[in-house]
C-alpha cells in the first residue's frame, strides 16, 4: 500500500496524483496532519511493541511506500487571546509536542520507500549550495551576515547588483481578508545606508543577469524542465510575482546533458530522489539557485504538457510492485 502524508491546507499537487491512483486503483491510504491533530482519525502508536494501529487496524506491515507532500505545518492548536503570554507558550509547546511525533513517525518508517527522500543535511539552502558546488555547478556569490560594512563590502565586490532572500522558506502571513508574502528584493545603496550597524542575520547573494529562469522538476534521475521567457525589461526580480503578467511565456527547455548530470550528481550528494530546482540561463551558461525538496510542480508541468501527477503516479507504481516483489522474494528464501 502507498502512504500518502500531507495537509490540507494550500496543497493543491497532492489530490491529482491521488486521483490517478484512484482511476488505476492503486491501493493507497492518504493521511492529512490535521487528521492526527483534531480527532478525525483514531489512531495508536504502540512505541514499545513497534506497531501504529489507525481505526483499530496495524499499518505496520500493510505500508510499502510513502508519497510525503508537506506533511507539516504550522497549526493553531487552541484559541487564544494572543496576548496571553501564557496560552501563546502553550500553543508553542503543542506545536513541539506535533514535532517530535512527527519526528518518530520518520524514524518508524525509515526503512520504506519514500518520495523525497528526508535529505541528509535538512532542508538547508546554504548546504545545498556546497554540494551545488562540490557538484561542477555554478552558483551565485552567497553570504549571510548582521554586519552593515560586511553588507556594505559585499555589495561594492559585486558591483551593486545583490539581492535578499530568507534563509530557510517563509509562509503567507495572512490577517483577515489579506494575505501578505515575503519576496526575493533587490539590495540598493540607500537601503544599505539606512540600515542599523547590526541587524538580523540576513541572506545576501549576488543579482545574475540571466536570459531567463529555468524551473527543472527532477524524478529519480529524469529532469522534467521549463524556461520562464520574460519580455519586458521591467520584469520582477522575483519570478512569482511576474506569474499573472502577459509579459512571461512557460517554452519546454533541453539542458545540456552535462547540467543534468550534475543535478543527477548534485541530488544524490543531498539524498534527494525528487525536487523542484530552480537554475538562471545567463549568457555564460547556467547558475544553480536552489532546491525545493517539495516544491509546487503543477503549473510549470502543465505549461509544458509534462503531466507531471502522471510520472508520480507512475513512479509510486513502479516502486509499489518493486517492494511486493521484493517481499515475494524473501518468503521464498
Not at 508519497?67 to 513541539?96: G, H, M, T
Request: proline share 4%; glycine share 4%.
Amino acid at each position: 500500500m502507498i502512504l500518502v502524508l500531507t495537509y490540507s491546507l494550500y496543497e493543491q499537487c497532492t489530490d491529482p496524483v491521488v486521483d490517478w491512483l484512484i482511476k488505476d486503483k492503486i491501493p493507497f491510504f492518504k493521511l492529512n496532519l490535521e487528521d492526527l491533530v483534531t480527532r478525525k482519525v483514531s489512531y495508536k502508536v504502540d512505541v514499545i511493541n513497534n506497531d501504529i494501529l489507525i481505526e483499530g487496524k496495524s499499518i505496520k506491515n500493510a505500508i510499502d511506500v510513502i508519497w510525503y507532500r508537506r506533511f507539516y505545518s504550522i497549526l493553531d492548536y487552541f484559541e487564544f487571546d494572543e496576548s496571553d503570554p501564557i496560552l501563546n507558550q502553550v500553543n508553542e509547546e503543542a506545536d513541539s509536542e506535533i514535532k517530535t511525533f512527527l519526528e518518530y513517525l520518520k524514524y518508524f518508517f525509515r526503512n520504506r520507500i519514500i518520495m523525497p527522500e528526508m535529505p541528509a543535511y535538512g532542508e538547508n539552502k546554504l548546504i545545498f549550495l556546497d554540494h551545488a558546488k562540490k557538484a561542477g555547478l555554478e552558483c551565485p556569490n552567497t553570504i549571510v551576515t548582521n554586519d552593515k560594512k560586511e553588507l556594505q563590502q559585499f555589495y561594492d565586490d559585486n558591483k551593486g547588483k545583490i539581492i535578499s532572500k530568507p534563509l530557510y522558506f517563509s509562509n503567507y502571513f495572512i490577517k483577515g481578508e489579506e494575505t501578505y508574502s515575503i519576496y526575493t528584493t533587490s539590495y540598493t545603496q540607500k537601503m544599505i545606508d539606512e540600515a542599523p550597524n547590526k541587524f538580523f542575520p540576513t541572506l545576501f547573494q549576488e543579482k545574475v543577469a540571466s536570459r531567463h529562469e529555468i524551473r527543472i522538476f527532477f524524478l529519480d534521475g529524469k529532469c522534467y524542465s521549463t524556461a520562464a521567457i520574460t519580455t519586458s525589461k521591467d520584469k520582477n526580480i522575483d519570478i512569482k510575482l511576474n506569474y499573472y503578467t502577459d509579459h512571461i511565456h512557460w517554452v519546454n527547455y533541453q539542458l545540456p546533458k552535462d547540467i543534468e548530470e550534475k543535478l543527477t550528481d548534485f541530488m544524490s550528494r543531498i539524498n534527494l530522489n525528487t525536487g523542484s530546482i530552480d537554475i538562471l540561463r545567463t549568457e555564460e551558461g547556467f547558475r544553480f539557485i536552489e532546491v525545493n525538496p517539495v516544491g509546487q510542480y503543477l503549473a510549470p508541468g502543465n505549461y509544458s504538457n509534462y503531466y507531471l501527477e502522471f510520472q508520480i503516479k507512475n513512479w509510486l507504481k513502479m516502486k509499489l510492485e518493486e517492494s511486493k516483489n521484493k517481499k515475494e522474494v524473501e518468503l521464498i528464501l
